[in-house]
Every structure is written in C-alpha cells, then in structure tokens.
C-alpha cells in the first residue's frame, strides 16, 4: 500500500508493505545515482544483506555507526561526511537510512547540508521510526544542552516501511513505538484511540494485520498533518503531545536511558493531566489514557530522580516557544489538541510533582 505526503514538487511516497525491502522499488529509484548507505552495528547485520540485494548497484560507501542515541551527536554527522567525501559523492548522489529513528534523524541531516543538500530515502526498522520520524523531513542531532536542537528540515525522496522488520524488534522497543501510536489517537483520530483499545493485546505480540494497520493510520494522519504544515508554523506542533515533558527526562536521566517512546508516555500523562485540572478535558479521558498506555507496557510516571525544575527548565529551552512564553500541547476533548500559552504555572507544577513516582 503506499500513501503520498503532499508537498508540491517534493511529494514522496510512503510504501508499507511486507518484504518491500527486497523488492524492485529502489533499483528503478536510485539507477545510475551513487549512494551511500547509513546504518548502525545492531540493524546492519540483520537487513543490510537485503538492502544491497534491491539497490541498482554496490553503494559507494557504508556507514556503520554505534548503536545509540548516546551517539546522535554532530561526531557521527562528520563520520557519515568523511565517508561521502572520501568517496567521491556528488549533489546528484543519494544516502539510505537502513535503522530507527537515530540513524533517521542523522542521516536526513547529514543528506542536508552535504553539498548543501542531496536526496535521501528513510528505511525505517523500528516501530517509532516507521509511525513517526522517518515521515515529515524533521532531522538533526542532539546537543548537550537539548535534545534535537541542531537540525533542518529536509524531506526524504521516498519512505520503505517493511513491517517484516519489526519480527526482531525488542519488545521495549515496540511499546515505545506504539507510545507515538496512541499520540495519534490522542491529538487527532478519536476512533484511531478506540480501535487501540480494543487492539493494542495484538499489537503487543505483533500481530501483522494489527501492527499494519496502525501503522498505516498513524503514516496516513502524520502525512496530512505536515502537507498542512511542513514547517511546524502551525498545526503540526500538536504532533509533539507529551514531547515537552519527555525531553526533559530523556535530558535529565542521559540520552539512551529512557527510550524516547517512554518518555513520551510519560509527558503524554502530564499533558492530559493538565487539560484535565484546566478544565479542558473530561476527567475520563486521563483515565483511558493511562489505561491504554498502561496495556501497551509503557510507563506513566516520572524516575524519582527528576525533580519540577528539570521539568521547567526543559520547557525554557523548548522549540516550540514564542517571546519566551512556554507553549504546550493540550487536549480539548478525545481527538482533539489545542496549543495553549496561557497556563497557571502552579497548576503545572502541581501536575509535575505527582506524576513523579
Ligand atoms: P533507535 O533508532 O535508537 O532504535 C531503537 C533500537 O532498536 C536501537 O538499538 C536500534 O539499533 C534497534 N533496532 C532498530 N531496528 C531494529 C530491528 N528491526 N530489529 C532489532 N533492533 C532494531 O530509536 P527509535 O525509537 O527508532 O527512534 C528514536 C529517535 O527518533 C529519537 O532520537 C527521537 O528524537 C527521534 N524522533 C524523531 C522524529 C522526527 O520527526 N524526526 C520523531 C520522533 C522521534
Ligand atoms: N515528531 C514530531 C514531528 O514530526 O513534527
């Protein structure tokens, strides 16, 4: 099955689809057009042999970095470049990400500035990178002082979901996946939030129609949100429900130490947490939520390390921030997200503390 982003002339498509790495779709794509392929030690020995099987001939380079996101930095930027570089690869050249959403992220930045910006393809392996990141052409890197505050926009030429990767997907790994999955129900698709309820056992044991499905809904919302906004001057920042709150804590506890998915889950509780005690948000709703996230095996507190000023100093810093003013996504109803600039800080703090364990 395959979904368009809707950009203009840089529209691409979204192939979900079983065993779609080893199919022609990338021979016709990327004929005659040197490539360089990016990965990490732990996806390389399980898809690379498949990936070299479906390209139109040998890529140029390979880049195997550590596994991470420890390693989301600018050093592994330089390493992907040298190897470009060092092989000769031009502004018609192509790079291939073959991993989650880390090596995503990177290498969509890197594609961004090499030579002021080449093609890339996302090959998303991980259930987090194939409902989210690799959709939507945000890239970059982490800095010591925030998370993903070095980046660009920069749009993939095409997106190869193959659901058969997820068959070696650790089982910590799919529930943060499925975190950015309920994130849709949540913000947009009340009925999307519903079928999870009732689905999310089978997606737990990664029934294929299940995971296909949801997949698919989730590329389907995220595509029609960025093709309204690709640059996040509007709408699209309801795509980060929950990730204010997260950030702080994938910060604070060391990146690669919460998986971001579960960060996220956590964020998500606080957010809804606060739409509730504003008086947004029906009180069930929090509830549902928790259930839901509970039932995907997905935290709902914050470590006992974090104290309400990690928390506000990540939001000082955050992206989404106008004239210093703290933006936050909130829920109006089920399905529903609102962006609000306009919240009482001592409720927000008060909502922090108790979701802290
Ligand atoms: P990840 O890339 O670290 O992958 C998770 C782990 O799974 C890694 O150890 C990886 O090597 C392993 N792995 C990947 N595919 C596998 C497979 N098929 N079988 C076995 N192991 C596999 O993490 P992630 O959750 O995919 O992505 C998280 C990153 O994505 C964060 O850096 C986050 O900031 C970023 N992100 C970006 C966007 C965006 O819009 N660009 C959106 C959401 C998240
Ligand atoms: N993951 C948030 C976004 O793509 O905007």
Known sequence: MQITVDLGERSY???IEHACLTSNYLKELLVGRKICVVTNETVGPLYLNDLLTALPHEPACIVE???GEQFKHMASIEKIFDAALENKLNRKSVMIALGGGVIGDMTGFAAACYQRGIDFVQVPTTVLSQVDSSVGGKTGVNHLLGKNMIGAF???IAVLI????????PNRELAAG??????YGLIVD??????LEVNIEALNDKDDDALTYAIKRSCELKAQIVAEDEKENGIRAILNLGHTFGHAIEAKMGYGQWLHGEAVAVGMVMAVDLSVRMGLLDAEILKRTCHLLEAANLPLVAPTEMTVEDFLAAMAVDKK???DRIRLVLLEKLGKACISDDHDMSLMKLVIEENIA
Not at 190 to 195: M, N, P, R, T, V
């Open 190 to 195: 009340d009925g999307f939030f519903e079928w």
């Open 178 to 183: 499925i975190a950015e999955i309920i994130k």
């Open 321 to 323: 921030n106008i004239d």
């Open 162 to 169: 193959d659901t058969n990767t997820l068959k070696t997907l």
């Open 13 to 15: 498509p979204i192939i």
């Open 154 to 156: 920069h749009q993939p």
């Open 65 to 67: 970095l550590p596994d």
